[in-house]
């Protein structure tokens, strides 16, 4: 596995060292299902104990960017080389990734214990004339439950002024209760979104993002298994309050500067129902190149300790009266 360089931005350059990843595609292709089957699992959510998952599916839909770059994410050598110096931290639990980039992770060994996300629809590319209709075309329930993962990512922009969105909110539906039929986490990134100068645009005003929790909370037969992956904006605590499903924030591709990013992660972090950080490109192209700084620095804002259940509950209530019989 790729080391930590020592000084930041430098990854091993040998452009034979994923090579065997090709081997074994070609000559055992299921060697995937084997290394999936192998593969430990995480010992499960607990309320408290934020969880920190890494994510790696921008690819996919064309959208290569990262710190002004265009094509950062381009190299597909570098990127597994950053991911994995990501996931060997311990603080990092684990990973949402399209397949093709699960499935390397899974051949090089780098998913033991961790949670494992696969991204679902990646049809709305970047730039693409039609990009709200955002069809699923990733990683199906089915899938994602034949290897043992945790639950699946889908992608939720809601324009009120495209067609589109009308059937794409009925496909999300029918993956979360397909995801929710096999007891797989329903991981819902929702957005209000509109067409600006040709280009699509996320209204991340406070107003907006609530609203847009609203509609997505509703989709689907069930919401025991869906949980919401927001942006941090302004007024997270209004935001907070409009959900009671559990939450990871997601880092986008931030201007800022990384101190001012750290700090409104830790703000939204300590507010109730906040369950971690799902961030890619932020910590994965850091300004300085230290993968392991950025993500080291990220990990220390997480809180570890587990929530007692509140007396207040009912179903705490009635286990008190049943314990006093």
């Keep these: 596995m790729p080391q930590a360089a020592t000084t930041p931005g430098a990854f091993d350059d040998d452009p034979r060292r994923y090579e065997h990843l090709t081997k074994i595609r070609l000559e055992d292709p299921d060697a995937v299902a084997r290394a999936a089957q192998a593969r430990r699992r995480h010992p499960g959510v607990v309320l408290g104990k934020q969880n920190f998952i890494v994510a790696a599916d921008h690819p996919a839909r064309g959208a290569l960017a990262a710190q002004g770059r265009a094509d950062a994410m381009a190299d597909r050598r570098?990127?597994?080389?950053?991911?994995?110096?990501?996931?060997?931290?311990?603080a990092v639990d684990g990973?949402?990734?399209?397949?093709?980039?699960?499935?390397?992770?899974?051949?090089?060994?780098?998913?033991?214990?961790?949670?494992?996300?696969?991204?679902?629809?990646?049809?709305?590319?970047?730039?693409?004339?039609?990009?709200?209709?955002?069809?699923?075309?990733?990683?199906?329930?089915?899938?994602?439950?034949a290897i043992g993962a945790d639950g699946g990512k889908m992608l939720t922009r809601i324009c009120l002024g495209d067609p589109a969105t009308a059937p794409f909110l009925e496909a999300t539906a029918k993956a979360i209760d397909s995801l929710a039929a096999r007891k797989l986490v329903a991981m819902v990134e929702p957005f209000l979104s509109s067409w600006v100068d040709g280009k699509v645009k996320n209204d991340l005003s406070?107003?907006?993002v609530i609203k847009s929790i609203a509609i997505a909370s509703g989709l689907g037969s069930t919401s025991a298994y869906t949980w919401m992956k927001l942006p941090v904006v302004e007024e997270m605590d209004r935001v907070m309050a409009?959900?009671?499903?559990p939450t990871v924030l997601l880092g986008g591709?931030?201007?800022?500067?990384?101190?001012?990013?750290?700090?409104?992660w830790g703000e939204a972090l300590a507010l109730p129902g906040v369950q971690g950080?799902?961030?890619?490109?932020?910590?994965?192209?850091?300004?300085?190149?230290?993968?392991?700084?950025?993500?080291?620095?990220?990990?220390?804002?997480?809180?570890?300790?587990?929530?007692?259940?509140?007396?207040?509950?009912?179903a705490t209530r009635n286990n008190g009266k049943e314990a006093a019989k």
């Design 78 to 90: 570098e990127l597994l080389d950053r991911l994995q110096i990501a996931l060997a931290n311990p």
């Design 95 to 145: 990973v949402l990734a399209s397949p093709d980039i699960m499935d390397d992770l899974l051949l090089l060994g780098a998913l033991e214990g961790k949670l494992v996300f696969g991204s679902m629809n990646r049809g709305g590319l970047a730039g693409f004339v039609n990009e709200f209709d955002d069809r699923f075309t990733g990683h199906t329930a089915e899938a994602l439950e």
């Design 206 to 208: 406070s107003d907006a």
């Design 242 to 245: 409009s959900t009671t499903m």
């Design 253 to 264: 591709d931030p201007t800022g500067h990384q101190d001012e990013v750290f700090a409104s």
């Design 277 to 314: 950080l799902t961030v890619g490109r932020t910590l994965l192209y850091p300004a300085d190149g230290d993968v392991a700084g950025a993500v080291a620095a990220a990990a220390s804002l997480l809180h570890t300790e587990e929530i007692a259940p509140s007396s207040t509950h009912p």
